[in-house]
């Protein structure tokens, strides 16, 4: 079995509030006014930096942040948080440049999934597998877990129904899912995209694309999510097979699951008979301790791992409760729920006064200092997993443990001369023109970490004029 790289990538949501008297500005606008000084540098809104991440403007004006390849939890934590920061610089700048052409605004960054129009844009995670692993067969018993999952790591929401009727959910993205595997992306929006595309030596191995997640605040969440991703990956390619698990319809599946907060409804299977997504979340955790007390998850991290069962279990055991106090520090939609019920408590508030709503939203906020979440951690009042420290670290430096560090080393060596090149995840390129063999390497491994190419690529800056 590989070691498991992973990624996250995350459209963040934009919008702007003017001053009184200034000019009103759209998403697109603000989008041009954030991504300026990236064009402007880059000649490109689609870039690589120097910490090994990608940032780009997607389709609807949206940020967005990959983070560079990670094989450790916190290292992806750290490099996750640093997404923020990125994204919320770019904000920062782009009100001083309006400034400048006196339109007095604040321009917002939310880590959301939904937009004020009912729009949704994602949070996608990127798990490494071996090619023999036959994707399609491990995705389909990969789904009823994450249907299922979002009772330990959903973002949590103020739902209005169809009806009218208003309605605290589990999970943001659940209600936009209309496939389960497919290798689409945007047309069918599946959970899973099994779209070949490895981003790596294609003999040797698959990516899958996970694309069903919320996007987390909360540190304990985001680690959560992927530990027991990773987890239950390991668990089916180990041979263990969870196919009694399989969903009669995962689209109803994961939409009736996020209504219920009581994790009790009645999940049709696949074989005739029911279940609910407490005893699904319960199976896999079952089969996954088994797993790792067996031996696996043989990494050096395996206490992070051995943290979070310990964590999901928690959270299981409050969903069946409901007493959700255990989890409101780690879990974000036991967090926001939690805000959401002493507003409604201090207030006489119900749940669809437009006050909640701004709770919702503003849960959502990346700005240090005004997004809640950041003024929970500061209270203590939220889970860190990582340090200011670390987070700081990852935004300028490529991690150390996978070929992202040849990559941030590349860029940061052809910015600091002024040199011409080109990036994308496997390709560096230097000069300007026609890839040759003598300016382009390829990295298909990505697990490398030194590279002679890279190094003579990098000795022909030294002759930029």
């Known amino acids: 079995m590989i070691r498991r790289i992973v990624g996250i990538e995350t459209e963040f949501g934009i919008t702007s509030v003017s001053a009184r008297g200034s000019r009103a500005l759209g998403a697109d606008e603000v989008a041009r006014f954030l991504f300026r000084p990236i064009v402007e540098r880059s000649r490109s809104s689609n870039v690589f930096l120097a910490n090994g991440s990608r940032l780009y403007l997607d389709v609807g004006s949206h940020p967005e942040y990959a983070t560079a390849e990670c094989d450790g939890l916190r290292q992806l934590i750290a490099y996750d948080k640093a997404g923020e920061r990125v994204v919320d610089d770019l904000a920062v700048e782009a009100e001083r440049m309006l400034a400048e052409q006196s339109i007095l605004a604040k321009v917002f960054i939310f880590k959301n999934n939904t937009d004020s129009s009912g729009h949704s844009y994602g949070c996608h995670e990127n798990y490494l597998v071996d090619r023999t692993t036959t994707l399609r067969d491990i995705a389909v018993e990969l789904l009823p877990f994450l249907v299922s999952r979002q009772l330990i790591c959903g973002a949590g929401k103020i739902l209005t129904e169809p009806n009218g009727e208003v309605r605290y959910c589990f999970s943001q993205r659940a209600k936009h899912m209309w496939d389960g595997v ?60 969870m196919s009694h698990l399989a969903i009669a319809n995962p689209v109803r599946a994961i939409r009736e699951i996020s209504r219920d907060l009581t994790g009790t409804a009645e999940i049709a299977l696949a074989d005739g008979t029911t279940t609910s997504a407490l005893a699904l979340q319960r199976e896999f955790l079952s089969a996954v301790k088994t ?31 409901g007493d959700y106090s255990s989890i409101a520090t780690e879990i974000d939609w036991a967090a926001k729920l939690q805000l959401i019920r002493a507003y409604q408590d201090k207030g006489g508030l119900e749940l669809d006064d437009p006050k909640l709503a701004q709770v919702d939203l503003t849960y959502h906020d990346v700005r240090p200092g005004r997004g809640i979440v950041s003024l929970l951690e500061a209270r203590g009042k939220a889970a860190k997993i990582v340090t200011d420290e670390e987070i700081e670290a990852a935004r300028v430096e490529a991690p150390t443990t996978t070929r992202a560090k040849l990559r941030g080393k590349f860029i940061a060596a052809a910015e600091a001369a002024g040199a011409e090149f080109t990036v994308d995840w496997v390709h560096l390129k230097a000069g300007a023109g026609t890839s040759t063999a003598s300016n382009t390497v390829a990295l298909l491994d990505p697990f490398v970490q030194s590279d002679e190419r890279v190094d003579s690529l990098i000795a022909t800056f030294s002759s930029v004029p």
């Open 182 to 241: 497919s290798s689409a992306t945007t047309r069918s929006r599946p959970m899973i995209n099994t779209r070949d595309e490895p981003h790596a030596d294609s003999k040797k191995f698959r990516r899958m694309h996970v694309i069903v997640g919320d996007s987390n605040m909360i540190e304990a969440s985001t680690m959560l999510k992927v530990a027991s991703t990773r987890l239950v990956l390991e668990l089916l390619e180990s041979g263990v097979s």
């Open 291 to 321: 797993y790792f007390d067996g031996g696996g998850c043989d990494r050096s991290d395996r206490e992070d791992y051995a943290a979070m069962i310990e964590l999901w279990e928690r959270a299981l055991d409050a969903v069946d409760s």
